[in-house]
């Protein structure tokens, strides 16, 4: 079951649809990665929302593939995903064509209780200083 969660997560990003936050974020989440880009950490499903559409704000697409979930029985609230991640940047100011895609790699772990996410921790490797 956690490890669905998880691909939802990863579901709602893929298909730009944030209701999906609604069935798998717990009010009280907690995404410890948003401090590296926004300042603090994104909080409650509103945080998680907020996270994607700063995502669709800059990007002309983006699009996530999990190449491996570890979930142990020793762990059972916690879900371990690696991931390659695609973006494309929307053309400049002055309308010129964004200058490539960037392709990255993250590794991220995931807190579930109540069949919601309360907590993650991401380490991302590949993406441009400053961000996108």
Known sequence: MNRAIIQRYFDAYNNKN???FDEIISSDYIDHGQSAY??????GIDG????LRFSLDRL???NYVVEEMIASP????LVGAYWKGTLIPKATSNNQQAEKTINYRG????????N???ETWHVVDGLPKGGF
């Open 48 to 51: 998680a929302k907020n996270d």
């Open 74 to 77: 020793a762990y059972p609230d």
């Open 38 to 43: 926004m300042g603090s950490p994104g909080k």
């Open 18 to 20: 944030e209701r999906i």
């Open 116 to 118: 919601k996410m309360v």
């Open 60 to 62: 002309d697409d983006l």
């Open 107 to 114: 590794i991220s772990i995931y807190r579930i209780q109540n």
